[in-house]
């Protein structure tokens, strides 16, 4: 237990605490399916892009303190169950791989053994809606991996992408939310599915950093900020215990646009990468739709309130998501070649992809003249946090 100068007692009274913030995530070819639940190891690769942490990310701040009598957790300002299995992996994996922690300032000393008894409080909060098909698994997941390793080892080189730490970390982090090891990098990010029992090959591996394809812009239409009602984690069980699109596509379709995908990354060839980000993401709502009972993640009768962020700019617009694929789709047949991908997660949240700024314009235009924002009112009530307009909608 950590050793105080004045005894006992005083020992009690310390409070180690440690906060950083991950961004999230949004993937071009889908992770859906696992292989392994307990590990959490996929029936396929993925490929993610990383946003801008300042844009939307999760924020977590870890403390532990022997005046803690069990782990606790608070996520968005609100008390969560930490019994869940995959808070439990992750915190079992990085106490395991826990150190000796010294702060002689404050006379604290925790011997590696001793992080086994410490418990520790969580407190986080996502910068966008948790739970609505943005990833916030994956912001919040690579958040508490990182920060809680950073605190139990001390050692400020975990927080930086040092090869050895991030491929720890990719594990950890993965056991918490798959989508979660993406996180850990900036930029283009490969999953590798691996294939050992044990899931140590099935690790993030940063394909493009943030530098490497600039002129690309993201736009998110957030469409309902409302919690999904099929979880990520069920609706891919189920996906997998009944759909046989997803046998096909993992085994056949998704290996095949991994090798397409990293090509088009590499060489920053738009076009085919909004072909392959478009596909995948209709593909895998296809798989949704495959599953036993069928998954509607784009349900087109609740997704009246669109929030659309465009950079650090925000705007609210009205808009149905069928409106917004019929919109991407139309333009790039009158076009002749793609100029905007969209795709979307397991939520009815729109992620656009623009080659320039120029195109992001005119799809900002083109989104606020079919989805004019909301009235004062509508407005106000949901800045006030009024989410009856939500409810209704739906
Ligand atoms: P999403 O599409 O937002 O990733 P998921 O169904 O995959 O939705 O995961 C949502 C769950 O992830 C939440 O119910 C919560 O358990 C967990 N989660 C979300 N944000 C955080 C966070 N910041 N820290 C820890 N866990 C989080
Ligand atoms: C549709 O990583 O949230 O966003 O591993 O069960 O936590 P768990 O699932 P999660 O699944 C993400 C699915 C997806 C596609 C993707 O991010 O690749
Ligand atoms: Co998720």
Redesign the pocket.
């Known amino acids: 237990m950590a050793h105080k100068k004045n005894g006992e007692k005083e020992s009690k009274k310390w409070v180690l605490m440690a906060t950083a913030r991950s961004p999230t ?3 071009v ?4 399916g ?1 292989r392994d639940e307990t590990l ?1 190891l ?1 029936v396929n690769g ?1 490929i ?1 892009v990383t946003l801008e942490p300042s844009h939307l990310s999760a924020t977590t701040t870890v403390a532990v303190s022997p005046s803690f009598d069990r782990d606790r957790m608070w996520l968005n300002g609100k008390e969560i169950l930490l019994s869940g299995g ?1 808070y439990q992996s992750c915190l079992r994996e990085i106490r395991r791989r826990a150190e000796d922690v010294k702060d002689e300032e404050r006379g604290i000393c925790i011997k590696r053994e001793d992080w086994e008894g410490l418990h520790v409080h969580i407190a986080s909060f996502n910068n966008f809606p948790t739970a609505a ?1 943005l ?4 912001a919040g ?1 690579a958040c508490l991996g990182n920060v809680t390793l950073f605190m139990c080892s001390f050692c400020p080189c975990k927080l930086m992408n040092v090869k050895e730490e991030t491929t720890e970390l990719s594990s950890i982090a ?1 056991q ?5 090891c ?1 996180s850990l990098y900036g930029g283009f990010v490969k ?1 590798a599915m691996g294939n050992k029992e044990d899931g140590s090959d099935s690790i993030a591996v940063q394909l493009a950093n943030e530098t490497h394809w600039e002129d690309l812009v993201i736009l998110i239409a957030v469409v309902c900020s409302r919690q999904k009602e099929t ?7 189920e996906s997998v215990e009944t759909s046989s699109l997803l046998q096909y596509r993992s085994q056949v379709v998704v290996p095949r646009r991994l090798i397409q995908m990293e090509e088009a990354i590499q060489k920053r060839d738009f076009p085919s990468f909004a072909k392959l980000t478009c596909a995948d993401s209709n593909q ?1 709502h296809s798989v949704c739709l495959d599953t036993s009972p069928p998954i509607f ?1 784009m349900n087109d009768t609740s997704h009246r309130h669109v929030q659309l962020c465009f950079l650090i700019y925000c705007i609210y617009v009205h808009g149905e998501i069928r409106l917004i694929i019929g919109l991407v789709e139309r333009w790039n047949q009158f076009e002749g070649t793609p100029q905007v991908a969209y795709t ?4 009815p949240n729109a992620v656009l992809i623009a080659p320039n700024r120029k195109v992001a314009r005119l799809l900002l235009q083109r989104m606020l003249f079919y989805f004019p924002p909301p009235s004062e009112k509508e407005l106000d009530s949901y800045v006030l946090g009024d989410t009856s307009i939500l409810q209704e909608a739906g």
């Open positions: 995530n949004i993937a070819i889908k992770y859906w696992k959490i996929p993925s993610s995959r098909g990833a916030s698994s994956a997941f993965r918490g939310s798959g989508s979660a993406r999953w979880s990520s984690t069920t609706g891919m069980r895998f993640y979307y997660d397991a939520g």
